[in-house]
C-alpha cells in the first residue's frame, strides 16, 4: 500500500482512544492494531499500486479489504525522523528530530509520549518487533517508551547476522545474532506470531517496522528462486526481500485469523519514506 499518512493514521487512532479511553473492559471491546512499516519501499513496488514483477498477495489484500491512501504523506524523508512522526503524532520538525538517531547518544525526545505509551495506558498488550532507529541508550529503548516487549535491531543492519540487537525476553543487552540461519523478516514473522499467541486474552498493539527493503540487499536463497525469470541481480535480490516481507505479514494474518481476531483488528500498511535514490 502506498505510504498513508502519519496524521490520516493519528486520527483514526485517535478515534479509537477516545472511545476507548474511559474503559478498561475485556480485549472484545477494544479493537487490535497492527502497524507494518517498510523500509525504504517505493509507493509503485505493490500489487494494489501497480507493480507488475513482484507479487505482494498478502498486502494486496489489506488494500483491496480496506482503505488505499493515494494522497498520503509521512512525516519525513528519511528512517528515524518519520518514524519519530509515526510514535508521536507530530511532525518531528516540531520537537527537533530533523535526523537520524546516532548510535547511544540521541534518540526520540523523552517529553514526547509514544503511541505506545497512549495504548498501554489503557490496558493494551504492546510489542515492537524490528528496526526500532529511535535511539540505543537505555532511556530510549522500546520498552522505556510504552512497548511491554522490544524484539529487533537498534537501527539499520544487515539482514544476516545483524549487530545491535535486542530482545528483552532474555534482556536489554545489545547482541549480535551468530546464527548462520537467522534471517530478519522472516524472525520478525516468528516472533511476532508467538507473541500474539501469548497475548491473545489482551487487546494487542504490534508495531512491526520490518528492516525490508533498506540496503544492504541480502536474502535468502529460498527467495531468489521465487525469482529466476528476473535478471538484474540487483532487483532480483529487492524483489526476494519484498517476497519474504509480505510472507510475513501472511503469517500475522493469519494468526490473527487463527485466533478468532480478524475482526477485531485494525491493519495499517505503511512505507517509512519512499524508495531509496
Known sequence: MRPCGTSICWVGLFAILIGTAGSQTDAADKPNLVIFYADDLGWGETGA???KDIPTPHIDSLAKNGV?????YVAATYCSPSRAGLMTGRYPTRFGHEFNSVANKTGLH????TLASRLKSLGYATACVGKWHLGGGSEYLPTKRGFDEFYGTLANTPFFHPTNFVDSRLSD???KIEDDSFYTTD???DRSVDWIEKNKSKPMFLYLPFNA???PLQAPQKYLDRFSNITDEKRKLFAAMMSAMDDAIGRVLAKVREIGQEDN?????????????
Open 68 to 72: 488505499k491512501f493515494t494522497q498520503g
Open 187 to 189: 524472525a520478525y514473522a
Open 49 to 51: 499500486f501497480g507493480g
Open 265 to 277: 483488528t485494525m491493519y495499517f500498511f505503511i512505507g517509512d519514506n519512499g524508495g531509496p535514490t
Open 110 to 113: 523523552l517529553k514526547e509520549t
Open 173 to 175: 543487552d545489545v547482541r
Open 213 to 215: 527493503q533498506h540496503a
